[in-house]
């Protein structure tokens, strides 16, 4: 697609439930980096894929967070029995290549809110 | 782990008036980006710094990667009502797929 695009846009889901979060990158991009943006916070870094690598899963804040990236496309991040900390926007970015030389390109995000 | 240290957290100015921001490091980076989000929206990418020393513009924002390689500044000149946002800093460290960002300068113009 011309862009990152990221669904839902919005989710409200009881603490305790699951959520996944879906992230379609632009087309051929072969990174794909989910980061977490707490209110009034900068963007703090939750997982990387590149190619078929491991990816990079240094900064996903407990095992209740987990990702997947089938077929080099299409991402989901999942989080488990969500708690209220977790209420945050979810940005999804692509990038041309492995390495942060030419930025990202990110989504929209969700906006996961958990009560 | 790493950090960017951004200021100002937040800006109020009058339409017309210029801007200063600067991100410093205790690291060394050899990549520096600014991005610009807009309320409800990912960030943009504004501009890409990749050589200690380096100036860039890009119409009324100039960047400048500084020669430490610690810190980087971005610049708005005459500032216009779209300028509002929330600009951020990040810094790469070729070779690291991740970027560390700053916490973002909000900025608010007056028309």
């Known amino acids: 697609g011309a862009g990152v695009s990221q669904s839902p846009s919005n989710k409200v889901t009881e603490k305790g439930k699951d959520v996944e979060l879906r992230c379609d990158p632009i087309?051929?991009?072969?990174?794909l980096y989910w980061y977490r943006q707490s209110l009034g916070q900068g963007l703090e870094f939750l997982i990387y894929?590149?190619?078929?690598?491991?990816?990079?899963k240094s900064g996903l804040p407990s095992d209740r967070f987990s990702a997947e990236r089938t077929g080099g496309s299409v991402s989901t991040l999942t989080i488990q029995r969500t708690q209220q900390e977790d209420s945050a926007v979810y940005l999804c970015?692509?990038?041309?290549?492995?390495?942060?030389?030419?930025?990202?390109?990110f989504g929209s995000g969700t906006r996961l809110t958990v009560v | 782990g790493q950090q960017l240290n951004q200021s100002p957290q937040s800006m109020f100015i009058q339409e017309g008036e210029d801007v200063s921001m600067n991100c410093t490091s205790s690291?060394?980076?050899?990549?520096w980006l600014w991005y610009k989000q807009d309320p409800g929206e990912g960030p943009v990418l504004l501009i890409a710094?990749?050589?200690?020393?380096e100036l860039t513009s890009n119409g009324r924002l100039t960047a400048q990667f500084g020669i430490t390689r610690k810190d980087s500044f971005l610049n708005i000149s005459a500032s216009i009502p779209s300028d509002v946002g929330i600009y951020f800093c990040?810094?790469?460290?070729?070779?690291?797929?991740?970027?560390?960002f700053g916490k973002g300068t909000k900025l608010t113009v007056n028309p």
């Open positions: 990040a810094g790469g460290q070729g070779g690291s797929e991740k970027l560390v």
């Open positions: 710094l990749y050589k200690a020393g």
């Open positions: 087309s051929g991009h072969t990174a």
């Open positions: 690291s060394i980076f050899n990549t």
């Open positions: 894929f590149q190619g078929n690598s491991a990816p990079d």
């Open positions: 970015a692509s990038s041309s290549r492995g390495g942060g030389w030419n930025g990202y390109t």
